[in-house]
C-alpha cells in the first residue's frame, strides 16, 4: 500500500482523450503513476524505484514525451491516486 503521495503533476487538459495525470509516492520505495485520460476510462501506469532521483527522472521523461504545459498541482491536491 503507498503511503504517502509527494507530488502531483497535470497537463491542464480536461479532456479525457488527452488528459495526463502523474502521481509521485513513496512507501519503502518510490512509485511513478501514470494515467492517459480521465479517471473513469483511463489508463494507468505503475513504476517502482529505488531512489527519488530515478522516480522524478521518469517523470520528466512522461512529461516530456506528451509536450504540452505541464503544471505541479498542490500538495493537498495530490493526495488521491488512480486505482
Do not use: C, Y
Not at 504517502?4 to 503513476?33: C, I, K, M, Q, Y
Not at 529505488?50 to 516530456?64: C, G, S, Y
Amino acid at each position: 500500500m503507498i503511503r504517502a503521495v509527494v507530488s502531483r503533476w497535470w497537463n491542464g487538459v480536461w479532456g479525457r482523450l488527452t488528459r495526463r495525470d502523474v502521481w509521485l509516492a513513496r512507501e519503502v520505495r518510490w512509485h511513478v503513476v501514470a494515467r492517459s485520460g480521465d479517471s473513469e476510462t483511463g489508463k494507468v501506469l505503475r513504476w517502482e524505484f529505488d531512489t527519488e532521483d530515478d522516480a522524478r527522472q521518469m517523470i520528466q521523461r512522461l512529461m516530456h514525451a506528451d509536450g504540452g504545459p505541464w503544471r505541479e498541482i498542490s500538495r493537498e491536491a495530490a493526495t488521491k491516486l488512480p486505482r
